[in-house]
């Protein structure tokens, strides 16, 4: 059964749907035995989906993620889960994802954006020097070398930009058979993008609330409508992640003061956050050719 939680912060009104996963609201408190387990199953479905190189990489990238939003939460003594991993036995990534669980309010929007900041900036930390790692051992391959219906990847203006200056540029006839280490990469790049979408609780809804308030709630419909615009007429792949937003929401909760506002270095960090995301979202991740 659902309940709603409402807010009031003196006119603003806010209500928020619960209990729309139930398995999520039966996570009370941190299970070692499960968050460990879950770890080994993740670094065993990416070891057999693309190997140990890429198993201890992207395993890597999401852990550091994680931790950075789970490290702010003790900083500001925040409840908060350790990292639950998701596991899935077939490509393209062998897994899902990790996510940690707040069990309570944010106190206030400068925790708001610390909490939200740290993951993104943390895992990019870790997934540029891997990235480039890897591209220093992937290999240019012609293109009539490929069976016929071969998956390609996307490229963001990041990780395009770090392949030319890493191993040049792709000669005519041939694309780059990635190593390893930088579709992991790739992978790392792909999911700070996802996570920094400006859209209700994903970590760009926690910055964008935190620059900006009650206002952003306007920012989210207009960000969600240009997300279902790309996966109508660019990626339909887009849309499974659409319907799943706008199932679980795609506002944002106040956090119980309001009224804090941020200081200018952390509002020039927020700004950075979402130049990072505009230079490495991939409209069109996967095709075929």
Same mark, same amino acid.
């Given at each position: ?36 387990? /879950? ?10 989906? =693309? ?13 550091? =993620? ?30 899902? *994802? ?13 925790? /708001? ?5 740290? *993951? ?10 891997? %990235? ?20 390609? %990847? ?13 191993? *040049? ?36 809804? =926690?910055? /964008? ?15 969600? /409508? ?24 795609? =506002? ?38």
């Amino acid at each position: 059964m659902q309940r709603t939680e409402y807010y009031t912060t003196d006119d603003y009104y806010y209500y928020e749907p619960r209990n729309r996963f139930n398995f999520l609201n039966k996570i009370k408190g941190n299970r070692p035995l499960l968050h460990v387990s /879950l770890f080994l199953f993740t670094i065993l479905t990416t070891y057999l989906v =693309h190997g140990i190189a890429y198993s201890l990489s992207i395993v890597s990238i999401l852990l550091v =993620h994680e931790m950075g939003h789970y490290l702010m939460c003790r900083k500001y003594g925040i409840n908060a889960t350790l990292p639950f991993f998701l596991p899935i036995p077939f490509g393209p990534f062998g897994t899902m *994802g990790a996510f940690i669980k707040i069990r309570e309010r944010i106190p206030n929007r400068r925790a /708001l954006f610390d909490v939200g900041v740290a *993951g993104p900036l943390a895992g990019l930390a870790l997934t540029i020097p891997i %990235l480039i790692i890897g591209l220093q051992n992937s290999r240019f391959v012609p293109l009539n070398s490929l069976p016929e219906g071969s998956m390609f %990847l996307g490229e963001s203006f990041l990780f395009s930009q770090l392949a030319n200056l890493v191993i *040049g540029t792709v000669p005519d006839g041939y694309d780059t058979a990635l190593h390893p280490m930088a579709y992991a990469g790739w992978a790392g790049l792909f999911v700070t993008a996802l996570n920094l979408l400006p859209i209700g609780q994903l970590d760009g809804g =926690h910055v /964008l609330y935190a620059l900006f308030g009650r206002k952003s709630q306007q920012i989210y419909k207009f960000a969600m /409508l240009v997300f279902i615009i790309i996966g109508a007429f660019l990626y339909p792949g887009w849309l499974l992640l659409i319907i799943l937003l706008l199932y679980i929401g795609f =506002h944002h909760p106040p956090p119980a003061n309001d009224y804090i506002q941020l200081d200018p270095k952390r509002r020039l960090i927020g700004y950075f956050t979402f130049v990072i995301f505009l230079i490495s979202f991939i409209p069109v991740p996967f095709y075929f050719r």
